[in-house]
């Protein structure tokens, strides 16, 4: 089993940053490829950034890329999603998976594992 346990979020003006945290343990864990996703309110979870297990490259959704950037230290066992530009659009509560999703990299159903969520809020 895999425990994902997400911190950093909060509130933040536009224009800001923030960094995210996902502490990762259990069996394997640092073999598993991760992402970030994101849900706000009345929308469907979406796919924010991938990072393979050895975090040799990331992928990101068209809305982030540019401002958001996606690293892990499998020494320390945490994935981070550094988030620069921060709009007000971004507003949501994310959350970290870990699996191993193949071709299934941008939907939810690729994960096994998933953190309970970190709320960030950006004000305008």
């Known amino acids: 089993q895999v425990q994902l346990v997400e911190s950093g979020g909060g509130l933040v003006q536009a224009g800001g940053t923030l960094k995210l945290s996902c502490a990762y343990s259990?069996?394997?864990?640092?073999?598993?490829?991760m992402g970030w996703f994101r849900q706000a309110p009345g929308n469907e979870r979406e796919f924010v950034a991938y990072?393979?297990?050895?975090?040799?490259?990331?992928f990101y959704a068209d809305s982030v890329k540019g401002r958001f950037t996606i690293f892990r230290d499998n020494a320390k066992n945490t994935m981070f999603l550094q988030m620069n530009s921060l709009k007000p659009e971004d507003t949501a509560v994310y959350y970290c998976?870990?699996?191993?999703?193949?071709?299934?990299?941008?939907?939810?159903?690729?994960?096994?594992?998933w953190g309970l969520g970190t709320q960030v809020t950006v004000s305008s």
């Open positions: 990072i393979r297990s050895s975090g040799s490259s990331g």
């Open positions: 998976a870990a699996g191993l999703p193949g071709w299934r990299v941008v939907t939810p159903h690729g994960y096994d594992y």
């Open positions: 259990g069996r394997s864990s640092s073999s598993l490829a």
